[in-house]
Nanobody, 121 residues
Framework: QVQLVESGGGLVKEGGSLRLSCGAS????????MAWFRQGPGKERELVAA???????HYADSVKGRFTISRDNAKSTVYLQMNSLKFEDTAVYHC???????????????WGQGTQVTVSS
């Protein structure tokens, strides 16, 4: 049974930082591309960042230069370091695993339950 479990969300002031983690089990982690998606209040789900099994990364324009995605295959964990947080970053953040490197959420086979990030202005 595949499980993705996110942690690290919380309440932070604008300009602050948070580090999200997503631990995976039940799959061969190094075989999967990993991604972070988010869904803010009243908004559609959007890709935040993705990383291939080799470590090639992709970011949404809105987070470039502020967020960093990384992975530790030995720990089966993917991270999202979020700096210079803005009010509009407020969302539920989900990690996802898939075998296509894509922005399309439907192409990711496995999802975590999500962690809330709230940025106060």
């Amino acid at each position: 049974q595949v499980q993705l479990v996110e942690s690290g969300g919380g309440l932070v002031k604008e300009g602050g930082s948070l580090r999200l983690s997503c631990g995976a089990s039940g799959l061969t982690f190094s075989d999967f591309h990993m991604a972070w998606f988010r869904q803010g209040p009243g908004k559609e789900r959007e890709l935040v960042a993705a990383i291939t099994w080799r470590g090639i990364t992709h970011y949404a324009d809105s987070v470039k230069g502020r967020f960093t995605i990384s992975r530790d295959n030995a720990k089966s964990t993917v991270y999202l370091q979020m700096n210079s947080l803005k009010f509009e970053d407020t969302a539920v953040y989900h990690c996802a695993a898939g075998q296509l490197f894509t922005k399309v959420s439907e192409q990711y086979a496995y999802w975590g339950q999500g962690t809330q990030v709230t940025v106060s202005s």
